[in-house]
Each structure stands twice: as structure tokens, then as C-alpha cells.
């Protein structure tokens, strides 16, 4: 069994339960390198987005949290008795997995690989033990405000933000062409935009991209349209595990009954989930569907590599990346992007990047959950990619793309504008505004 799949095997086995962490949380040596080691290996100026942009409290940091883990562990802290406070700053946490890459207590198979190792050689798996304690907080029935209603809103209307499910495929409209339903016509490869990208207007632009793309290299592809279903990733990260099994069986059936074999799916929180939590928390009813689950920017490389599509000039303005938490580090996706930035226009990256990439802020509840606090990582990660000097920030998530243009919006010296890879290579195409013809 390799490493990764031991990490994901016990990060992901299907249960919620601190106790099942118990071996991760007593392994914590309270070093405080999640806190703010700077690595001589990459200059890693920051490790934890959160404590470094609050007060710096105990509490924000994988070591803090590791400690009252400890303390529920024992029975000298109880879910219910936990602060307010404390209770915010565990949903400030974006579950960006910085400090998990950059803790030192690592997998001895892994220590070869030392000091290049990757996110899942490391042996205490601090995002499982912030959702495991996320769990007992909404089994106890006290997260916050703004949580409570995204959960209510995932499970009553499909979405986070509780929109129509009859707005779920407007963005449809703005294709120019004609899109496959799965319930009128049979087709393998879904389209997955996920209740992010659907309902808002940026990235459906980015939808139509990724759309107008498939078709010009003649994928047979379909969405879902109304019928979609949420992935259920974000009601698993809250803390609701009982809603994300609900979704999850959903989709299971909606899947099934469609002969789906392949998901190309727009956000990485999605394809994590569908990838990696479905396998374990659905064993062989997932399994056995043997369905192929790919983020678009994968997709969209294939067909460049196979001459499926052919960009035609080069995109003149200079782009910088944002590598998103659940694409890069936690999937090891970092090139598949920059591969396809690179084929068609000049790459100036930022100074957090890869595995030091800094998260936009949206993660792990971020997009929704104003911390006490007040973090800002939007608006830090958006100072960071106008010091490139680039006019262009590339994103491949649309909850970085959401996240860094409310960050943009407030930095008004910075002209920098937010486009999705799939929008920058669709101008490089002729393909671009002759959706008729294709
Ligand atoms: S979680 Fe890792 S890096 Fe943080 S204090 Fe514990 S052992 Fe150190
Ligand atoms: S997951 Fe990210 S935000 Fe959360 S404690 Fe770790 S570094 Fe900080």
C-alpha cells in the first residue's frame, strides 16, 4: 500500500470520531512548526494563512487545536463547553493543508524523499482532526451562525448559498450551442460545474470555456442540468457527515442511472471529494461504478498533448497562478495548470507557490464563514499576485476566482483581473466566438 493511499485510507475511513485520530493528536510534538517555521529548503515565509493575518491566538494553529483535541481526548474538555470563540477560530481554519505539508512528523518510508516530501507523507493528518472535531461541534448542535445555514441550505436546496435548483444550469444559456442533458440523451463523460461555479456569473464564463473547448475537440460530454446534485464535499469538511452521505447517495443513483463512466469536474473541493472521500465512505457502491473523476485542467492538457485542440496565438497579457489548496497540495495537481499557461502565454509565479502556495481564503467553509477576526486572505492573496506585476490572475477553482476578485476589489491601485485557465486558452483558439460553426 502506498503512502498516499495509507494517509487516505485513514484520514477518509468513513468515521467523524476524534478517538479515531487519538495516535495522530498524541504524535503532535507541539514543535510549532505549523505555526511559523520558515524551511530553509523553499524560504517558506508563511505557514498558516490564518494565524498570520489574526491575532496570532494559540487556537488558530494546528498546535493549539491539537492540544484541546488532546483535552476532548481525555475527557478534560467537552465538545459543548467549548468557547465561542474557540468554536470560530476552528471555521476560520480555510483546511488549506499548510501546516499538515510543512509539520515535521513524517512517515519514516518518506524520509528518503526528504525535504521534498509531499503533503501526504506527513503522519499527523491535522485536516482529519479539525473535521473530526468540526464533527462533534454540529453533532453537539453549536457551529456558527453562518454555518449552520450553509448546512441548511446544502440539504434543503442542494447548494451552500440556497438557490433555486431551477437557476442550477442557467448558465447553459450562454453556451451559443446546444449542451447534452443526461436525462434526454446517453452519454459517459459528465460535465461537473458543482454548486460554486453554477450559480455564479464568473465562473459560468468559465464553464461556457471549458464547454466551447470540449466541443471543438469533439468530446461526447453532458451535464446534469437541474438535476445535479451537490458533491456533498463541503458538507463533509464542515463537520456534517450525515448530510454528505445523503448527497453522496444521490449522486450514486443520478450516476448509475446515466451510465456515467467519467466526471470532469470544475472545482477541486469536488474532484477531491468524488476522488477521494467517495472510495472510502462508500467502499464498493462507488468502486464498482469504476467511474474516471478528472479536474478540467487535466482534461483540457490532454487534448492539447493529443492535437485535440490547437491554440492558435499566444494570450498577450503576462499571468500569474493560483494554485488552489485541493488541486495542488492536497492532490499533488501543480503542473497540469502551468502546463497549459505555459503553452500559450508567459508564467510569472508568486512567491508562495506549489506546496507554500497560500490559500485564497475560501476553503474549508472560508467562503462563507466571516471569522471573528477578520483574516482577509483574499485581499493578502491578491497583494501577492499584484507584486508580480502581472495583469492577470490565472485561477483553476472558481472559489479562488470568487475569493481573489472580492481580494482585488479592495486593492484599487492593482488592475490585475481574475480569468480561469480554461477562459485564457479558449483566446487563444479561433474557435472562440464562432460557436456555430463548430
Ligand atoms: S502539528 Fe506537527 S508541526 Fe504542529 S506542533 Fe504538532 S508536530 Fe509540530
Ligand atoms: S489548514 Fe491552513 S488555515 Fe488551517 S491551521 Fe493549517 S495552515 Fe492554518
Known sequence: MSVASKRILKRRKGSRSLSDYKDDVYLCARCGYCRDMIRARDKTAQVCPIR???GGFESYTARGRNIIARGILEGKVVPSSLSTEFIDSLYACTLCGSCQEHCL???ERSWSRFPDNKFSDHKIDILGINEAMRSAIVEKGVPPGTIRQVLRNLSLHGNAEGLPRSQRDAYAEQFGFPVKRAKDERCKTLLYPGSVASYSERSQRTIRAIAVILRGAETDFCILGSEEEDSGADALRLGETGLFEELAQRNIQLLKKYGIKQIICLSPHDFDTFQNDYPVFLGEQWTELKIK???YAETLLNLLRNNKIHPERRFSKMVTYQDPCYLGRINGLYNAPREILRRVT????????RH????CGGGGGGLWHDPLDKPRLET????QACATGAEIVAVACPTCAKMLETGLSSIPQCKMQVM????ILLETMSFINEPASL
Request: overall charge negative.
Open 52 to 54: 498570520e493575518n489574526t
Open 105 to 107: 512528523a513524517l512517515d
Open 293 to 295: 473523476v478528472q479536474h
Open 346 to 353: 508567459d508564467l510569472a509565479e508568486m512567491k508562495l507557490t
Open 356 to 359: 507554500n502556495s497560500f490559500c
Open 380 to 383: 493578502e492573496r491578491a497583494k
Open 420 to 423: 480561469d485557465i480554461a477562459e
